[in-house]
């Protein structure tokens, strides 16, 4: 939908309201997003933005951003955390070459099942190995088998925010070293910079502490070299240096 005045919020399914104009957000749409869309990638946003939860998905123009980044560090082997309905997950799934894994977690298999459909068709499911549950878990036993340690290109992280410092913990030690962790929201919806008597809304109260404990952890570790960009909710890629 077109932002429609100054005072209007943009209502963009996934669009976040970070920047400072929504005409300029409409313009990136418009002319470099859309257009280029892939067609599954459309049809699964379409198929999305008719689900009640809809302010999850990722935006379509991160969704632009990430297959463009993975295709820059030519990744293969992958991982998604928090998957909902598959719109992150499918841009991976487009990017990575046709031997290309992806490791996708959620604890909700429903939502995945949504978009699976619209996967299937566009020929990469193959390509996902979806676990259903908790992350955490799971990354505590791939960190003990030697095997999965820097063997990742990319990992996605866009899932519960008070986890992502555990996620951090293992994560550093899953990826390869050159290789890049994304996390998404580290801009929460502005909140970041909110004064301590803004009116939030309660979910992004909560979480704020925890965005804000994650940015500054990221910030002060030697191992990752780090970019925070205002895409989406904003994304903070971090590149193991060692
Ligand atoms: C913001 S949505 C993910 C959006 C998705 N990347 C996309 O492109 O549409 C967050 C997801 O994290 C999942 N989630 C929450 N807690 C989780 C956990 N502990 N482990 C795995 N997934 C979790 C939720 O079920 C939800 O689907």
């Known amino acids: 939908m077109a932002a429609n005045g100054d005072n209007m919020r943009h209502q963009e399914v996934g669009h976040k309201s970070l920047l400072q104009s929504d005409a300029l957000y409409q313009y990136i749409l418009d002319t470099s997003v859309y257009p280029r869309e892939p067609e ?52 991976t799934a487009l990017a990575i070459p046709d031997e290309g894994k992806i490791l996708a977690m959620d604890i909700n298999r429903e939502n995945y099942e ?24 799971v990354l505590d036993e791939m960190v003990k088998d030697e095997k999965n340690l820097g063997s990742f290109d990319f ?16 994560l550093i030690d899953l990826v390869r ?8 929201n580290t801009l929460w919806s502005g909140s970041v910079v909110a004064p301590p008597d803004a009116p939030l809304r309660k979910y992004i109260r909560y979480y704020r502490d925890f965005v804000l ?30």
């Open 177 to 184: 070293v050159g290789g890049v962790i994304g996390y998404d």
């Open 114 to 137: 949504l978009g699976l459909p619209v996967i299937e068709k566009a020929g990469v499911a193959h390509k996902i190995d979806f676990k259903e549950g908790p992350a955490l878990p």
């Open 40 to 91: 599954p990638m459309k049809e699964l946003r379409e198929v999305t933005a008719k689900h009640p939860w809809n302010l999850m998905t990722t935006s379509a123009d991160e969704g632009q951003f990430l297959s463009m980044l993975l295709k820059l560090i030519n990744a293969k082997n992958t991982m998604e955390i928090g998957v909902y309905t598959g719109y992150s997950l499918l841009a």
């Open 213 to 242: 404990e994650l940015n500054k952890a990221l910030a002060a570790d030697p191992r990752i070299e780090i970019c925070m960009l205002p895409v989406g909710d904003g994304v903070t890629l971090c590149r193991r240096v060692a």
């Open 155 to 170: 990992i996605f992280v866009d899932a519960d925010k008070d986890n992502y410092i555990n996620y951090h913990k293992r």
